[in-house]
């Protein structure tokens, strides 16, 4: 088979790595598509994947974000006309699910978050397939267009499908200049201001880090998602936060950290599923994975300092059962063998 990943932001690097790895293992071609977007180009050399890169990030604007999609959809229709492709794929991917329906070629989105509103009302309908966690019921997707026969739920976090094989790096926090084994360590992800799902700021964020950045025995973290993050995030006058100025092996950070605080939800998830102390500040309207972690005690709430427990952690906490990414990699090539299917009986008849 043929598959096509098309990739538009850095967490999605983790997530397809593992997928990419089976399907060539198991004698299938892939090709990958890139958006030049945080620190996506970085992962992909990190996790020895080569991708065409396609377009960037335009920005908050709703018109430079229409631009942005109508440029790369004309740069992915372009380059993938002739490639014989049998299924797309891609992480809530509005530039491919428009590419590949132009392109007649089938195609599955997946998304762990229901509330992307405007992104969902466009590639929800023109894909043939939603791949989202079980925890999203069903009827937050009917008014995307979705009918039941056209989504496959999945039990648990994506993040505990590409940690299946993970092994933390355990010099990552030396990598960063922390030395001192008794400090307590914090990772701090700030919020994805440049969706149209959180259109707002966050000023608890910026309050909270100075809060903890007065506090002893305390190391910060912060991983910036833009390089106006960065730059922001790099001029704080406080020594004990550090903002590292390239793409760092998260999972191993983590995992390596005594609490997670992020203002999204990736990062947040794959704490969770590493056993390692997790906060939410998320501004915007939070989804049916948070909520079940939230309800489960796996997750907490943040406002202030006040919230968050600054302890070693307990390394005795559970680390959750990692799973088999092989379920992605079955249904995605269960929707390229429908399409054969649907090819040999046209044939036939």
């Known amino acids: 088979m043929k598959i096509w990943v098309d990739i538009t932001n850095s967490p999605h690097v983790l997530f397809f790595a593992p997928i990419i790895r089976r399907l060539e293992d198991q004698g299938h071609m892939v090709t990958l598509t890139a958006r030049r977007y945080a620190q996506t180009e970085q992962l992909l050399k990190r996790y020895g994947l080569r991708a065409v890169i396609t377009g960037q990030h335009r920005g908050k604007s709703i018109p430079a974000k229409a631009v942005g999609l109508a440029s790369r959809t004309s740069h992915l229709i372009a380059s993938m006309r002739h490639a014989h492709v049998d299924v797309a794929v891609g992480h809530n991917s509005n530039d491919l699910a428009l590419a590949a329906w132009t392109l007649g070629i089938p195609q599955?989105?997946?998304?762990?978050?229901?509330?992307?509103?405007?992104?969902?009302?466009?590639?929800?309908?023109?894909?043939?397939?939603?791949?989202?966690?079980?925890?999203?019921?069903?009827?937050?997707?009917?008014?995307?267009?979705?009918?039941?026969?056209?989504?496959?739920?999945?039990?648990g976090l994506k993040e505990e499908y590409y940690l299946y094989d993970f092994q933390p790096d355990p010099t990552v926090l030396e990598q960063l200049g922390v030395t001192d084994k008794q400090r307590v360590v914090g990772v701090l992800r700030t919020a994805p201001e440049v969706t149209l799902y959180h259109r707002?700021?966050?000023?608890?964020?910026?309050?909270?880090?100075?809060?903890?950045?007065?506090?002893?025995?305390?190391?910060?973290?912060?991983?910036?998602?833009?390089?106006?993050?960065?730059?922001?995030?790099?001029?704080?006058?406080?020594?004990?936060?550090?903002?590292?100025?390239?793409?760092?092996?998260?999972?191993?950070?983590?995992?390596?950290?005594?609490?997670?605080?992020?203002?999204?939800?990736?990062?947040?998830?794959?704490?969770?599923?590493?056993?390692?102390?997790?906060?939410?500040?998320?501004?915007?309207?939070?989804?049916?994975?948070?909520?079940?972690?939230?309800?489960e005690g796996r997750l907490h709430r943040a406002y202030s300092a006040a919230d968050v427990a600054i302890v070693k952690k307990d390394l005795r906490a559970a680390v959750t059962a990692p799973r088999d990414p092989q379920l992605f990699v079955d249904e995605i090539l269960r929707v390229a063998r429908r399409r054969h299917g649907r090819t040999r009986l046209g044939r036939v008849l």
């Open 200 to 295: 707002h700021g966050n000023p608890l964020f910026d309050e909270l880090i100075d809060q903890l950045a007065t506090q002893p025995n305390l190391t910060l973290v912060i991983i910036p998602r833009t390089e106006e993050q960065r730059a922001h995030y790099s001029s704080l006058p406080y020594a004990n936060v550090i903002v590292p100025h390239e793409a760092v092996d998260g999972l191993s950070l983590i995992a390596a950290a005594d609490f997670v605080i992020g203002a999204g939800g990736t990062m947040n998830r794959e704490a969770v599923a590493l056993g390692t102390p997790a906060y939410t500040m998320f501004a915007g309207r939070l989804g049916a994975v948070d909520e079940r972690l939230i309800a």
């Open 108 to 155: 599955l989105t997946m998304f762990d978050y229901e509330y992307a509103t405007v992104s969902h009302h466009l590639n929800v309908r023109l894909v043939d397939e939603i791949v989202v966690p079980e925890a999203i019921p069903l009827e937050r997707l009917v008014p995307y267009g979705a009918r039941p026969s056209k989504v496959f739920q999945y039990p």
